[in-house]
């Protein structure tokens, strides 16, 4: 029997791993929360792409099919030898570019699909479909500054490296408890336990009692230590600091950011409405023979940029 009365009394080398170990699982929850949280970024992400892409293909199948009508219109023309066949030729090239858009629409939604299919993992995903919800008129809100501290406190970055600290703490206290000096109480039998007859061994025979004392007159190595793991806390200090201030201004510029895309949306879907409003006016202007099939073109390449 060993028993420590100085060194190692409260905290020794096996204790503080296991402690430490403890902290460990912790951060391991709070990496396999950021790996989740990742991973529904990456989802979130993916499902805009797939969005975007039905979007696209709508847009690319309006345009087929003005591009149709008005080919059938000239064609219509050069038949009744109203128009020159030239012009039977540029309005079946741009029918042509037209379902070239398509075709890539098509391409491209497509592949998001199969990406988004990816992250569907219940048992019936494969005869599952997403619908194409989105709230349009979505307000983004700053939270209020309680609200918003502990948004960023509560950050599975930001607790990590608290973890970090903990576990940095716990090897710099074990540092710190070897400044003491070993003073270890012992009792030792000191006889073959396979000798000792039954009902007559002696307690107060037999046996060593001591105390056996040790102290380095430097402590230069758990001074060093110490040290280290000093430097090392106020590193991790300085990184949460760090960290906290970098993910308030990410923060802030998300919200400005989605603020400044509603209004740019908005502004958009104006310009847009009025492209394709000009467009059709010289659809009419064409059919009455007061356009060419240029300017149309030009109009028709600026509403699907738009």
Do not use: C
């Not at 990590?160 to 710099?172: A, C, F, H």
């Amino acid at each position: 029997v060993e028993i420590p009365l100085g060194a190692g009394m409260f905290t020794d080398a096996n204790r503080t791993k296991l402690r430490q170990e403890r902290e460990r699982m912790t951060g391991a929850e709070l990496e396999t929360q950021l790996a989740n949280n990742l991973y529904l970024l990456e989802a979130g992400n993916a499902y805009w792409e797939w969005y975007g892409s039905i979007l696209l293909l709508e847009l690319a199948q309006e345009a087929v099919n003005k591009a149709q009508v008005r080919y059938n219109f000239v064609k219509r023309r050069y038949i009744a030898n109203e128009s020159a066949g030239i012009d039977t030729l540029e309005a079946f090239i741009n029918y042509q570019n037209r379902i070239a858009f398509y075709q890539n629409a098509l391409i491209k939604y497509t592949k998001n699909e199969a990406i988004l299919q990816t992250y569907l993992w219940l048992p019936n995903h494969e005869s599952m479909k997403l619908q194409p919800n989105v709230n349009r008129d979505f307000s983004a809100t700053l939270p209020a500054s309680n609200s918003l501290d502990s948004l960023i406190a509560s950050h599975p970055y930001l607790l990590l490296l608290q973890n970090d600290s903990l576990v940095n703490e716990l090897d710099q206290r074990l540092a710190r408890e070897y400044y003491k000096p070993e003073l270890n109480f012992e009792f030792k039998m000191q006889e073959n336990a396979a000798e000792i007859a039954p009902l007559d061994y002696n307690i107060r025979e037999n046996n060593y009692v001591g105390v056996n004392f040790a102290f380095p007159v430097l402590l230069r190595k758990q001074r060093a230590k110490a040290a280290q793991y000093s430097i090392k806390q106020d590193m991790i200090a300085n990184k949460y600091t760090n960290l906290k201030q970098l993910l308030e201004s990410k923060l802030f510029a998300s919200f400005n950011n989605v603020y400044q895309l509603q209004e740019n949306a908005r502004l958009m879907f104006d310009v847009a409405n009025n492209y394709e409003v000009l467009l059709n006016a010289e659809q009419v202007k064409f059919r009455l023979g007061e356009s060419t099939l240029f300017i149309i073109n030009n109009r028709e390449l600026r509403w699907i940029s738009s």
